[in-house]
């Protein structure tokens, strides 16, 4: 593999997953929707993560917005992970997958290129929530737009490895749904994203306490909380990089023909 090579194979995988974006127009706006509801119409209502009532005062209305954005952003990037991992699926079953891989390269590069592809397009749905936060005027630092640059790209890309890893072992379209309901809100729900893990150990939740500070996407989340405001947790970046590198080679060696599952897959017809 030389330099052209990978650079021609990487430009063409990419260019691919974005003329599909931007064919399907409502792709942006429905990966919007979800969390500006919940940046709206959540934040009025949750109870007593400030010490509040169930609607509290404005100000601390805004403070929740504030706490919940990085939380809600890192939803952005899960959810189009996961959605990645679907069009694998419906690649897989089309045939083109294979085609794919059976390029003169590297599995785990080709992969890679799918995935730095797909991490491209969850940056840019991050920044378009970010300018929807600026719109309702949750107080973020336009410097943090800048300082989480890398933050989300290497948690798009962990992500977006989970949901690779998970395409592996989804064999039909049909399946994925409930594939998801068992990955996506577990890691969701149980992680710092609506309300702080103290909070948690407080109100005396010690196993969903244990469970979310070992989520992944924990990590992911407090990594661009503190990169929003200039600082960098250093642990969560090791967990997230140590978790991309744990995801995505379970997933290379998954479509791996000669000794991953796709070796027990059905040939296409």
Not at 49 to 60: D, H, L, M, N, R
Not at 216 to 225: D, G, K, M, S
Not at 231 to 260: D, E, M, T
Request: aromatic residues 14%.
């Amino acid at each position: 593999m030389n330099f052209n090579h990978a650079a021609q194979a990487m430009l063409a995988v990419g260019s691919r997953e974005v003329v599909k974006f931007v064919r399907q127009k409502g792709r942006l706006f429905s990966s919007l929707v979800r969390p500006a509801l919940w940046l709206i119409v959540f934040a009025v209502g949750f109870q007593n993560v400030f010490g509040v009532a169930v609607i509290p005062p404005y100000e601390t209305y805004i403070e929740y917005q504030v706490y919940i954005a990085p939380g809600l952003l890192g939803m952005v990037l899960l959810f189009n992970g996961m959605q990645s991992s679907l069009a694998m699926v419906y690649d897989r079953e089309m045939g083109l997958m294979r085609l794919l891989l059976t390029a003169p390269l590297p599995r785990w590069f080709l992969l890679l290129c799918k995935l730095g592809a797909g991490t491209l397009l969850s940056t840019l749905q991050g920044y378009a929530f970010l300018i929807l936060c600026a719109v309702f005027k949750v107080d973020i630092p336009w410097t943090g737009w800048i300082y989480a640059l890398p933050a989300i790209i290497v948690s798009g890309m962990m992500l977006g490895a989970l949901g690779l890893l998970l395409s592996v072992h989804i064999k039909q379209l049909e399946n994925f749904a409930g594939t998801m309901n068992f990955v996506i809100f577990p890691m969701f729900f149980i992680s710092s994203a609506l309300y702080p893990l103290w909070k948690l150990q407080e109100a005396g939740a010690e196993v969903v306490f244990q469970l979310a500070r070992f989520n992944p996407f924990t990590h992911a989340v407090e990594l661009i909380r503190h990169s929003l405001y200039g600082k960098l947790n250093g642990i969560s970046l090791a967990v997230v990089c140590v978790s991309f590198v744990i995801f995505f080679a379970l997933a290379a060696h998954g479509y791996n023909p000669q000794r991953g599952i796709l070796k027990r897959s059905p040939q296409p017809a």
